[in-house]
């Protein structure tokens, strides 16, 4: 069959046998199992990155520069449809989903969290509005009686209720055509818990009606309830003092039920402890994402075709951070698969939010942790890597890169490699 000139960077199609030599940093080249039928016809750009003859980039996953680095036989295989075999596949299938399923009881508790501080903080406001209304009623003088003022908040009582029914139960924001709230940052991403109240109790995205409410609806029951109370403490008092100490009794009352709030509120707060050690995350982590594998976001590249799916992006200290989870023996140092892969996470959070990670987290079990740095360097590596196996795809020519057995031992698609040294 005929060969591939690469160093003509001509236009690569299926039905030739391409065995252009490697390139990369990886290693030794050995055999070539890249099916002819699973090549696609591409081009190279003067950036390096291959585009298709629509001008498509390529895209490539970070599974695939994991693969890739572990063996671009492996890589080459999983192309080919053949998937992996084994115990230890399935076990980490069960324990990724274990760790997401803890990190997501994690966010429930944060939320839960979120909630009982946002009320406790509401009802504490009313608290402060009593107290303050009752040392205005003792003080001023005025010919109106507190009867008259009760009859007009009665009244703002009642129409603020209903208006409030009437928007939990209709979508006027729909009808209005209201621009639906995203966020201003990761609005891709699924699963975001940016901010407190518009996550809480307005998801991105909330459009109400039929039974749901948002901030607006929240605002107009809260002052129904204001108003309604301090009709019903004015409806008592014959005089302005009387007015202002039932104002307190019922700020005392108040109290007591922001008292209990802030018990639930504190209760809440030993539940997310408890759930952010079972999930292992460290203390003022706040967790962005993560990945179930069905709902969350892909994230995606535009400009280098790579995409995928962190197990989570965690916030610290304000910077969003990739964490990859790593099941199965805990390693001395990083595997250098593992290492690539984070670093193409590291990517898509730059790319998909325009700020720059200082570091990803490899996660080995529960203490086992190792920081990679997002640098210059680490940058070239996985730009690298990514046009070499964008370059695989187009021309074929994928290789053994190691002589060692244990590598072959431990690869989870050795049943249909003909290149195994075991």
Known sequence: MAQCNDSSRSTCRGNLDCSAPYSGDIGEVLLSVMSPSNLVAAEEGDDGFWRDEAGKILNISASDLERHAYCPLSWSLARDGKGGKGKAIDAGREKHAEIHKKVENFKQKQNDLRKALIVWSWWFTIVVIFISDAIIFTTITDDRTPIDIARYLSI?????????????????????????????????????????????????????????????????????????????????????????????????????????????????????????????????????????????GLLTDELT???????????????????????????????????????????????????????????????????????????????????????????????????????CESCSRRYACDSSLV
Do not use: C
């Open 305 to 407: 075709g790579l995409r995928g799916r962190p197990d989570q992006i965690v916030i610290v200290d304000g910077e969003f951070i990739p964490v990859e989870q790593k099941t199965g023996r805990i390693p001395d140092r990083p595997h250098k698969s593992h290492k690539m892969q984070l670093l193409a996470y590291a990517h898509l959070v730059e790319s998909t939010t325009g700020r720059t990670p200082p570091y990803g987290v490899l996660r080995y079990g529960n203490e086992n942790l190792h920081t990679i740095e997002w640098n210059d360097e680490n940058k070239h590596l996985l730009f690298s890597a990514i046009k070499e196996v964008q370059r695989l795809m187009v021309q074929g020519g994928a290789e053994r890169n190691h002589e060692r057995k244990g590598k």
């Open 156 to 296: 703002l009582s009642v129409v603020w209720l209903i208006a409030g029914l009437l928007a939990i139960y209709l979508p006027w924001r729909r009808w209005i055509n209201l621009p639906i709230e995203k966020s201003e940052e990761l609005e891709e991403l699924m699963n975001l818990d940016e901010s407190v109240i518009p996550r809480t109790f307005q998801p991105y995205g909330f459009i109400g009606g039929w039974r749901q409410g948002g901030r607006v609806e929240a605002g107009l029951l809260m002052g129904a309830t204001i108003f309604g109370l301090h009709a019903i403490g004015l409806f008592g008092a014959n005089d302005k003092e009387q007015a202002g100490f039932i104002l307190v009794t019922v700020a005392m009352v108040w109290t007591l039920l922001a008292s209990w709030q802030l018990q639930k509120a504190l209760l809440a707060d030993n539940a997310l402890e408890v759930a952010r050690i079972n999930a292992g995350l460290e203390e003022n982590t706040d967790v962005a994402y993560s990945d179930d594998e069905a709902t969350a």
